[in-house]
């Protein structure tokens, strides 16, 4: 049983639409949510990741929103291109060190041109 | 640039073999961590360690262990090797709390 629970398995965009990843979690002890992306034949790699002591976080086009009483949060990818269709990880972490990470799912998304 | 190297991209086990499964990081990070990712199912959680000797259990340990006598090594084992243990395998490792986490390219194994 996972940790943390990722939707949608899949996301079909047109370029220049918002992609909207969401994420649900258990433990309140999990403390940083990454967000990571995966391009087939790589290894994940961190895209933006948030501390539960804010409600949201923006870097370029993407955003992290944060609902620590609803333990969600989510990714948003506004002006979406076709250089983003990757696979999307939402991830959580706790323990000394953050040492214990659990990640979700996954999500395909693919932006069509 | 932080480097977390696996030892290997592909390998071709039997089945009962004793897999040995190499992780090398070149940034002094504290965490190192082994998933197992198969689709539809993510990456799963199969051991972590914050320090030489210390290794914690994840979600799914069962039918491995692992090592790490180095700080900038950690080692995944697979005892028996089994047909369900076939899957990529990725291993990552970040400094500490709050900060990223880097992986390697992964390893794909299949055992047969």
């Known amino acids: 049983q996972q940790q943390v629970k990722q939707s949608p398995q899949s996301l079909i965009v047109q370029k220049g639409g918002i992609s909207i990843i969401n994420c649900a979690y258990e433990?309140?002890?999990?403390?940083?949510f990454p967000w990571y992306q995966q391009f087939p034949g790589k290894g994940p790699a961190l895209l933006i990741a948030i501390r539960p002591d804010v409600s949201e976080k923006k870097e370029g086009r993407f955003t992290i929103s944060f609902n620590k009483s609803a333990k969600q949060f989510s990714l948003h990818i506004m002006d979406s291109q076709p250089g983003d269709s990757a696979t999307y990880f939402c991830?959580?972490?706790?323990?000394?060190?953050?040492?214990?990470?659990?990640f979700g799912a996954g999500t395909r998304l693919t932006v069509k041109p | 640039d932080v480097k977390v190297t696996q030892s290997s991209r592909y390998l071709v086990k039997r089945t009962g073999e004793k897999v040995f499964l190499e992780c090398v990081q070149d940034m002094d990070h504290e965490n190192m961590f082994w998933y197992r990712q198969d689709p539809g199912l993510g990456l799963r959680l199969i051991y972590f360690s914050y320090d030489v000797k210390m290794k914690e259990k994840g979600d799914i340990p069962e039918g491995y262990s692992v090592s790490r006598e180095k700080k900038e090594r950690f080692s995944l084992i697979l005892e028996s090797a089994s047909t369900n243990q076939t899957s990529m395998y990725l291993c990552a490792s970040s400094l500490g709390r709050w900060t990223e986490a880097f992986f390697g390219q992964g390893t794909r194994l299949t055992v047969v």
């Open positions: 991830a959580a972490s706790w323990g000394y060190n953050n040492n214990d990470m659990r």
């Open positions: 433990n309140t002890a999990f403390d940083y």
